[in-house]
């Protein structure tokens, strides 16, 4: 089974600044998806960035871009000139594409709270 | 713009009811999901749906059921709440091509006292 940890609970940041967050998952897999989620304080879940493994170019997302290291199994997010509404709980999501996940099924990092300072 | 739209933000319930959490979408998509999402825990899938009837577990199914009797709505029953099942409920849904997305409801909080 596909496993995503976040091992950042709690982030911060000061506005205009840069960020990191880290991520990192294990899968057999060759071929998946993974993506970051944003969740303010709203509460809806809103998607930040997406990665299809077998391109080997980092997205892109306006402030938003992704380090994405296949053999480490490694997908972090960085969120450059940060704003106070980048306030909000992160997600990192991994889905394959095999078996149930065919159907969309994404298993889902602990989370990273990440605060804007100003 | 996808919208679902999940019944309650808030809802207090006691233990030992039958607990009825809906979620409907509008862009006619195939898959929804139903997770849960618990401090330090992230976000757990309890059930997902493919198909209008159609159903599988997810890697927490124990306590909870679901029906799908259309294909914009999907109910999470809880069959005799307990209060280990106090905790956000999230409703997703999306297409089954491959870099699809999910995408999301407000989220319920549910209590159960």
């Known amino acids: 089974a596909q496993t995503v940890t976040q091992s950042q609970p709690e982030m911060s940041v000061q506005e205009a600044e840069t960020v990191t967050l880290s991520c990192t998952y294990d899968?057999?897999?060759?071929?998946?998806?993974l993506f970051w989620y944003k969740q303010p304080p709203s509460r809806q879940m809103i998607l930040v960035i997406r990665?299809?493994?077998?391109?080997?170019q980092n997205a892109t997302e306006n402030r938003f871009s992704v380090n994405f290291q296949k053999a480490a199994k490694s997908f972090s997010l960085k969120i450059s000139d940060s704003q106070l509404g980048d306030a909000a709980m992160y997600f990192c999501?991994?889905?394959?594409?095999?078996?149930?996940?065919?159907?969309?099924?994404?298993?889902f990092g602990q989370g990273t709270i990440l605060t804007v300072h100003p | 713009d996808v919208k679902v739209t999940q019944s309650s933000r808030y809802l207090v319930k006691r233990t030992g009811e039958k607990v009825f959490l809906e979620c409907v979408q509008d862009?006619?998509?195939?898959?929804m999901f139903w997770y849960r999402q618990d401090p330090g825990l992230g976000l757990r899938l309890i059930y997902f749906?493919?198909?209008?009837?159609?159903?599988e577990k997810g890697d927490i199914p124990e306590g909870y059921s679901v029906s799908r009797e259309k294909k914009e709505r999907f109910s999470l029953i809880l069959e005799s709440a307990s209060t280990n099942q106090t905790s956000m409920y999230l409703c997703?849904?999306?297409?089954?091509?491959?870099?699809?997305?999910?995408?999301f409801g407000d989220g319920t909080r549910l209590s159960i006292l």
């Open positions: 899968t057999s897999e060759s071929d998946y998806y």
């Open positions: 990665q299809e493994a077998y391109k080997q």
């Open positions: 749906s493919y198909d209008v009837k159609m159903k």
């Open positions: 999501a991994y889905r394959g594409l095999t078996g149930g996940t065919s159907y969309g099924k994404l298993t």
């Open positions: 997703a849904s999306g297409l089954s091509a491959r870099n699809q997305p999910q995408h």
């Open positions: 862009m006619d998509h195939e898959n």
